[in-house]
Structure formats: C-alpha cells, structure tokens
C-alpha cells in the first residue's frame, strides 16, 4: 500500500487531523487555516479513503489498523509523536495511535468504539451511503438547492445554514466515492476502544461530543468509562456529529488546549530534578 495522501500546512508542532468513515481530509477546510498559525498540519486521507488507496487484501479495516496507517505515515515523515486531533471513526483511529505510543495529545470529537460492541450496521450511516451513491453525478446540482443540501446535511450537522456549498459537496463526493466504506465499516462492527490503559496521563485527551449528536447520541454511544481516566470530556452546545463544521472556532481551541496541556506538561517534567 502506499503511503496515505495528505496536506500539509503551516508550521510548529506536527498536529494530524483524520476524517470519519466515509470522509475525506476534506473535511477538515474549516480549521486548517486557522490551526496552521501554530502548528505544522497534515491533514490525511485514510485508507480507501480520499485520494488513499484501500489496504490491499484487508476485507476488514478496523481503527487499530487505521492507527498502524497513521503510525507509518508518522515514520514516513520522521515524526514520532504528534498531536492527533480525529472525528468519528478518526477520533476513534486517535485514541488507538496514542494507545500505540504515537500521540503527544488526543481530541477525539464525536469518537466511535466508545460503545457496546455493535453487532449490525447502523441504519443511518447505511442510508446516507446509498443516497450519496445514488446521487453521485448529481450531487453538484442538488446540493446548490439550499433546503435540500440542509436536509440531506442533518444527520451530521445541527447548524446546517452554516455549512458552505463546497464543503458540502466535497463531504457527499466522499462518502460516494470511499472504496474503503465496507471495510472501515466492518471494521467497526463487534469492537470498541478497548485500551485506555495504554495510554499514560502525561498524553492529555479530549473527548467532545455534540449535544445534538444524532448519529452518536449518548448514554449508548457515549460511554465515559471507556476513555481513559485522566480524560477531558466535554459537550458542545447546539452540535452535532461534525464540530469542525457547526462550531470550527471551538474546534480549534479544544484542539490548541489539549495540545498546551501536553507542552506543559512535558516542560513540567523537564523541569523536576
């Protein structure tokens, strides 16, 4: 397999942002500007995701794979650790990279894994899939029909009106297009984020979800106890599955704050005889 397509912007600490399943590093357009001021960003595709090619021979990609993905782009770049700041199935995919040794700190927004186990498939994720399949070649047209691009965003979004036509349309061309859906998605099928202990309290970790979370709501989705305890957990108000696209300001001052936690932290511990 080759290495994961990205972008890159800015300069500072390395700060990895990873999409969700059936996304793209496209959907992070809203934030990398401003994260770029103080950090050297790389925005990844994952695996069958984006411009990133499947794993090969890989029927099921679970996150602890989509980790080891994020690990050997990290080698490849010779980084060791860095800020790692993923959404859904990529929040998910931070937790298990900083649990392999590879984050310096983790936001982790709306994660996945931190369930029971599901035993079958999401409906709603399932039919968003078929109706950005069926709609791929039209889906420039439909989404400049402003009522209907909100409908078609709700699942995901709370503050719909506030989501530019282009990031729109980049989010619906994604999930059409992710040859890695199935894989990634049975990948996440009979497990969760199970290794909490793995990763110390000196890798500062910050948990949000939206309170208007639909594709994630809590208590079910949404199980404390599975985040390692020294975790930061916090609800964004008037949000949904998407905070980089609802609320893109808190977005980044979560991401800035965990990642100051971190830097403090190791100055603290350099400074103690």
Not at 11 to 26: D, Q
Not at 149 to 167: F, I, N
Request: net charge negative.
């Amino acid at each position: 397999m080759q290495g994961l397509a990205y972008d890159v912007a800015g300069s500072g600490p390395p700060l990895v942002l990873v999409h969700g399943l059936a996304s793209s590093r496209r959907c992070w357009d809203l934030v990398v500007d401003d994260l770029a001021r103080d950090f050297t960003v790389y925005a990844v595709d994952l695996p069958g995701h984006g411009e990133s090619d499947p794993a090969p021979g890989r029927d099921v990609m679970p996150a602890t794979e989509m980790a080891t993905a994020i690990g050997a782009f990290l080698d490849a770049h010779e980084i060791d650790r860095a800020h790692i700041a993923g959404n859904s199935l990529g929040g998910w995919t931070a937790l298990e990279a900083a649990a392999d040794g590879r984050a310096l700190s983790v936001v982790a927004l709306c994660p996945a894994g931190l369930w029971e186990p599901l035993t079958r498939p999401l409906s709603t994720i399932q039919f968003n899939r078929r109706a950005a399949t069926a709609l791929r070649t039209a889906i420039p047209t439909v989404m400049r029909i402003t009522p209907l691009r909100r409908a078609l965003m709700r699942t995901g979004v709370e503050r719909t009106a506030t989501v530019p036509y282009d990031v729109a349309v980049e989010a619906a061309i994604a999930q059409a297009a992710a040859s890695g859906f199935e894989a990634a998605h049975d990948g996440a099928l009979h497990r969760r984020f199970d290794r909490k202990g793995d990763i110390p309290p000196e890798v500062p970790v910050t948990v949000a979800f939206g309170d208007r979370d639909r594709l994630l709501p809590a208590p079910r989705f949404q199980q404390r106890d599975l985040a390692p305890d020294h975790t930061r957990w916090d609800v964004l108000w008037n949000c949904g599955h998407a905070p980089m696209w609802d609320v893109p300001r808190v977005t980044t001052e979560l991401i800035r704050v965990t990642a100051t936690q971190a830097a403090t932290q190791a100055a603290t511990r350099a400074a103690t005889p």
